[in-house]
């Protein structure tokens, strides 16, 4: 396949004397979380997502071919680790895309570093990915978990919320999420008065609630995810702690979970999100596109991040003429290059893969105030690219000197 | 006000309290697959499935013909019971001659089943059902906050079980249902239609399981893999309290949420392992359960 | 005084000596030929699953004890490998043993307060053992909780074979699978592999014969659990990481399936369900919706219908020892 590409634009450019763009062949692969906990954030939705940026892309350039396959990684770093050895030796995939999941994504990452491909993560959350174990072979696009801890965990503090209390999922992400927000907290000017550690996939948070109650902090930080995070909120409804005057500040929370929830129980929640569907008609023209595939799903910043990531990436693609063959190469191109696209505006890729884009504090509406299906969220506050994301010197990659 | 190592007591008693809610729920749950094993001597992991079956049901009720939380109460269990009496029929009753772990293994294969197209159809992340107007809000007591929820469960739970135990225990009905268990052919001899009555056991076995799950609807998430979660730790209690006992399960149940309670208060990170520790101490110690029949 | 003959003691018969014979050939004359065509990763990885499942299958099958929990051994084999290859700097062969050893230990001590109990109990404590170090591993440090152990390197296999060399790896591990199934073939055909199967028969007929049964069932899981572990162990070096999906229940869960499939009781039965139903995890994966669907359906069919299992169903048809 590289063969041939190469062949094929050697005689391009032999024969067309640069008046014509050559032919550009690409193959991408998503590979999500299809079928258990991720398949909401992710999954189908990552796909169509990938669809429409390949449509939209060669409509403007109908020299470049891209052929796409899918796969699903079960959440087993095992799966996830297999699949992306078989594209990439096997199947000739130029590069893995998505991938919620930190275990699977920095495995994922491993594998692209080994056989000198691209990886574009947009799903997965660990800040370690652009810290002590990335590599110049992967990007991570959409968001991370310092992002999250400090864009809630700052800009609550802003607004006065200046007390908190941590319920955190008693294993590494739980606890790193823990440890950022409660740094940035502390740097904002605000005092955490105490946390209490519950295991994972717990069903009932009750006697974690009285506690978090009994503390009288002005919010309530859920460093949790998924199952738990919907368990604590549903229940801190039940146990009045909104409506006693506490918020609730959810550090990784997705509109997919806000719509599990429903309205009356989540309003009041403070979260983060780098792309909102309803904040600007671009972003509302993409969704409908996005819904024909998807009917009755809202799409997530994690789909944005797809379709994103894949836009940006062909454009790469067509810049070094096709050849994709260094993976490492076309990774410095994609940071050598500014990005923009309708989704995400204009940004740019740090040294250390991290793709920058601003933030947004979100809040969960009143039902009342809710005119139609997915209208979840007020915008609070806009945090700034600069500021977003973790400063490149602050992250221990070993690609960035000093 | 004191303190009793270092937590003080109005905290101490509000966990207390909360426990024993959640041991309502374990109670209940562990109380259908006592039944069915003690009844049918079939090891039911499709338990935590049919559990899942009824908060979707609720959910599905409540989406099509509108109807809320009161009547999902009654229907739901119906509904999940019938496909449960569906299950014995077609799949279970081939394997009463076999190794009872045959059972298990199918319920299991059953259970990854419902769960998967559960997950296929309507996603993981979980569906919205609220609490009842008539159920919201709470009483202050002093030393916590209680949601009339959760003291409706308590009450609700209680009366279940209790009922449950008394029809099996001491009535005609449950006298015929244990001898069927001890000697089919002897009771079949008496007229009685014992396939049926091993059929409607199961079914009501799987009610159980529904109705546990109609009421935790409102409070915990209503996803595919609720049951998941939660159908090891009551087979812990199961296993704990007796195989075969219904008391044993009921009492066991509420216990079990007292100590997952405290566990949570003193030393938090450990609560989900705590049961186990139980379930292997008492194995060891006295393997039938505290409150089973023999092995 | 006569002395009685141990009705235990028979010569293996020569019929099914040959059936088993000509299959472990056509076996290792698959695996010879299979990485030409097909994807090597992808058969090591089959190969450490089908070793795993052989393990299983030495207690379940030969027996008569169903072990819910034998995730424990294969994922903590599979962390220790992992965890002494990348921080300890360990060479391969010494990772390995790592693993295995602790997969042996883990094995004694669940192994003796296991075996106390019969049948479902046995399982069950099984099941919450498996459990509780499932919850240890996600709090230890050094599993690295969720993300897992990522980035064990593959060594140089005593100093001198290049392991990250695909074919030089797929050779180490065919011939640990080899040996492996080896073992539990002469395990299966020996003495004490006869008593092993009274046991399953008859227990109680087996204690009057003044047999020391509980022994022989602590030896058999300590052996089940020591295979499991080098499996695991295997594996962690093969994918080069180890993570929680080793020690889960769901893997619990698809090891008894794949045995199921293949055939309970037989000695090729494991290798073949855990191809069928590592095959099946890869071709489905782009369908990935339906995985937990059908793997259910398989459960359903196997236990109803097919209860004898693939190689178990060809060997009744034949009427040979498979």
Not at chain 1, 160 to 179: I, K, N, P, Q, V
Not at chain 1, 350 to 371: C, Q
Not at chain 3, 20 to 41: D, H, N, R, S, W
Not at chain 3, 78 to 95: C, I, N, Q, T
Request: with cysteine; proline share 4%; hydrophobic share 50%.
């Amino acid at each position: 396949m590289r063969r041939f590409m190469g062949l094929a634009a050697l005689a391009a450019v032999l024969a067309c004397s640069g008046a014509n763009a050559q032919q550009v062949n690409v193959k991408i692969g998503v590979l999500s979380d299809m079928s258990s906990l991720y398949a909401d954030i992710g999954g189908p939705g990552s796909v169509a997502a990938a669809k429409m940026a390949i449509a939209d892309f060669t409509k403007d350039h109908p020299n470049v071919k891209v052929e796409i396959v899918s796969g699903d990684h079960q959440n087993k770093p095992d799966i996830g680790t297999q699949i992306a050895n078989q594209w990439y030796d096997v199947d000739k995939v130029d590069m893995i895309i998505d991938v919620p999941n930190s275990g699977v994504a920095l495995a994922v990452s491993q594998v692209a570093a080994n056989k000198n491909k691209v990886f574009i993560v947009s799903g997965a959350a660990a800040s370690d990915i652009t810290g002590p174990k990335c590599n110049a072979n992967t990007i991570h696009w959409t968001y991370d978990t310092w992002m999250l801890a400090n864009g809630t965990g700052t800009a609550i503090v802003k607004t006065g919320g200046d007390t908190w209390f941590f319920l955190t999922s008693d294993y590494a992400f739980g606890h790193a999420l823990e440890r950022d927000t409660m740094a940035a907290v502390e740097k904002a000017g605000g005092k955490v008065l105490g946390k209490v550690r519950h295991p994972i996939n717990t069903n009932d948070f009750s006697s974690f609630l009285l506690q978090a109650q009994s503390s009288k902090a002005k919010v309530i930080g859920l460093a949790n995810a998924g199952g738990d995070t919907i368990n604590s909120i549903k229940q801190a409804a039940e146990f009045g702690i909104v409506k006693g005057g506490q918020s609730l500040a959810g550090l990784l929370v997705f509109a997919s979970d806000v719509a599990a929830l429903g309205l009356p129980t989540a309003q009041g929640l403070i979260l983060t999100e780098t792309w909102y569907w309803d904040m600007n008609d671009a972003n509302r023209a993409w969704t409908k596109r996005w819904q024909q595939e998807r009917q009755g799903k809202w799409p997530t910043m994690i789909h944005a991040g797809v379709y994103a990531g894949i836009t940006h990436y062909l454009k790469t693609a067509v810049a070094l003429k096709g050849n994709l063959s260094d993976g490492k190469a076309v990774v410095a191109q994609m940071k050598s290059m500014p990005t923009e696209d309708q989704l995400f505006g204009k940004g740019t890729i740090r040294p250390d893969g991290r793709k920058t884009h601003p933030a947004y504090l979100l809040e969960v509406k009143k039902p009342s105030d809710s005119k139609y299906p997915g209208d979840f969220y007020n915008v609070r506050a806009t945090i700034p690219a600069d500021q977003a994301f973790r400063p490149l010197k602050e992250g221990n990659c070993p690609l960035v000197s000093g | 006000m004191f303190e009793i190592f270092g937590i003080p007591s109005t905290a101490l008693f509000g966990q207390l309290l909360i426990g024993l809610i959640n041991g309502s729920f374990y109670a209940l749950l562990s109380l259908g697959l006592a039944v069915i094993f003690g009844m049918l001597n079939i090891i039911n992991f499709s338990h935590g499935a049919q559990y899942m079956m009824g908060a979707f049901a609720a959910y599905l009720i409540l989406q099509y013909s509108g109807l809320g939380y009161w009547p999902a109460l009654i229907i739901a269990p119906i509904l999940v019971g019938i496909t449960g009496i569906l299950v014995e029929r077609f799949f279970l009753q081939w394997l009463y001659k076999l190794d009872h772990l045959y059972g298990l293994l199918l319920t299991f294969g059953l259970a990854l089943i419902f769960e998967g197209v559960a997950r296929n159809y309507f996603g993981s992340a979980g569906l919205p059902y609220t609490v009842p107007e008539s159920l919201r809000g709470g009483q202050n007591l002093g030393f916590m906050f209680l949601p009339n929820y959760r003291a409706w469960v308590v009450a609700a739970s209680l009366v279940v079980c209790f009922g449950t135990w008394f029809v099996i225990e001491r009535t005609r009905l449950g006298a015929y249902l244990r001898a069927a268990t001890e000697n089919p052919t002897l009771v079949r001899a008496f007229g009685i239609n014992v396939p049926r009555m091993i059929t409607l056991t199961y079914g009501f076995g799987v009610a159980l399981a529904a109705f546990a799950g109609v009421m935790a609807a409102p409070i915990y998430n209503v996803s595919p893999q609720m049951g998941a979660e939660l159908i090891i730790v009551v087979f812990a209690v199961v296993v704990i309290g007796g195989m075969g006992s219904i008391l044993g399960a009921i009492i066991t149940g509420f216990g079990l949420g007292v100590v997952e309670g405290l566990t949570k208060v003193f030393f938090p990170e450990a609560s989900n392992t705590v049961i186990f520790v139980i379930m292997a101490i008492v194995l060891l110690v006295r393997p039938a359960g505290l409150f089973g029949r023999r092995a | 005084m006569e002395r009685v003959v141990d009705p235990l003691a028979k010569k293996p018969s020569i019929l099914h000596s040959q059936s088993e014979t000509i299959g472990f050939l056509i076996m290792v004359l698959v695996l010879v030929v299979a990485p030409f065509v097909t994807y090597p990763l992808f058969l090591m990885q089959a190969m450490c699953f089908a070793l795993f499942a052989c393990a299983f299958n030495l207690l379940i099958g030969y027996v008569g004890l169903l072990s819910f929990g034998h995730a424990l051994y294969f994922g903590w084999a599979s962390y220790l490998s992992a965890y002494s290859a990348k921080a300890w700097g360990f060479p391969p062969e010494l990772a390995i043993l790592t693993g295995t050893a602790t997969a042996a230990i883990c094995g004694l001590v669940a192994g003796s307060l296991a075996i106390r109990r019969q049948g479902i109990y046995f399982a069950m404590i099984t099941l919450a053992l498996a459990q509780m170090m499932y919850f240890f591993a996600l709090q230890a440090k050094f599993t690295g909780g969720e993300d897992g152990i990522q980035a064990v390197p593959r060594g140089y296999l005593f100093g001198i074979f290049d392991l990250k060399n695909v074919m030089t790896m797929y050779v180490v591990v065919l011939i640990i699978f080899i040996l492996g199934f080896a073992f539990i073939y002469r395990i299966i055909h020996s003495p004490f592999g006869e008593v092993l199967k009274a046991i399953r028969e008859n227990e109680t007929r087996a204690i009057s014969l003044g047999y020391k049964t509980d022994r022989y069932k602590l030896v058999a899981f300590v052996l089940s659990a020591t295979l499991a572990g080098v499996a695991g162990a295997t594996k962690a070096i093969v994918l080069q990481l180890a993570s929680l999906t080793d020690v889960n229940w769901p893997m619990s869960g698809e090891v008894v399936l794949m045995t199921l499939v293949g055939g309970l009781g037989t000695i090729f039965g494991p290798v073949v369900g855990a191809f069928v139903i590592l095959v099946m995890q890869f071709k489905l994966a782009p369908i990935g919706e339906w995985v937990l669907v059908i793997q259910g359906a398989i459960f359903v069919a196997c236990v109803l219908l097919f209860r004898r299992g693939i190689i178990g169903e060809i060997a009744n048809k034949l009427r040979i020892r498979l």
